[in-house]
């Protein structure tokens, strides 16, 4: 049952997407944390003047009356199989990414040109938030470490920040997007930087005090 309730939680997820406006979504994947921070994201979400979709993969039961307040805006995607939100990045109505920094999550995040919200708990999650927020000025921190909590007025602020356009980060991020595309598309990093060797190696050859 598990796999069909998956593949159900997603394509609905898609096709709600499909219905909101371009770069109008706030994807939130967070993992697992206590009920208090739970509800306090719960609050923060339904708070919010913006749409959002919410993978919920914690042991924390989203109860319908949640469901039911924020069923115009909101989609939440529960269970310990949810998909990564990853998967939903590529989707032109996403439109921010809250998520707790793994780098897998930051190098999707940027190649699909969608500004962060990071919570950092553990590993490179904290480097990893540094250069979001202070390095490439891509996103912002809320709070860090598995004691955090997102208050939900800082929520709001960060949401605003990235996708509001006031600091930046969105069109910061759509740049280094542009830029990943385009290197990708002309074969990547370790392409072009054979290609140059091979160039090189041309003109070698041809100086003059090599061909004599």
């Not at 929520?155 to 991020?173: D, F, H, S, T």
């Not at 002309?186 to 091979?198: D, N, P």
């Amino acid at each position: 049952m598990q796999p069909r309730q998956l593949n159900d939680q997603t394509l609905g997820a898609q096709q709600w997407l499909d219905s909101q406006n371009a770069g109008s979504v706030l994807c939130v994947s967070v993992g697992d944390f206590e009920s208090e921070q739970m509800a306090e994201l719960g609050f923060g979400l339904e708070g919010l003047e913006r749409p959002f979709l919410w993978i919920n993969n914690s042991k924390v039961e989203i109860l319908e009356e949640f469901r039911e307040r924020v069923r115009d805006r909101g989609f939440v995607i529960s269970g310990d199989s949810a998909p990564p939100g990853t998967v939903f990045l590529p989707h032109p109505s996403i439109g921010g990414f809250m998520t707790r920094g793994g780098w897998n999550s930051i190098l999707a995040s940027i190649a699909t040109g969608v500004p962060i919200i990071t919570w950092p708990v553990e590993g490179d999650h904290f480097s990893n938030s540094v250069l979001v927020a202070e390095v490439l000025k891509v996103g912002v921190e809320i709070c860090r470490g598995y004691q955090g909590f997102p208050h939900r007025d800082k929520l709001k602020r960060a949401v605003e920040q990235i996708m509001g356009g006031g600091g930046g980060q969105a069109e910061r991020v759509r740049e280094l997007g542009d830029s990943a595309r385009k290197s990708v598309s002309e074969g990547g990093f370790s392409t072009q930087s054979i290609e140059a060797f091979v160039d090189e190696i041309h003109k070698l050859s041809s100086a003059p005090e090599l061909s004599a």
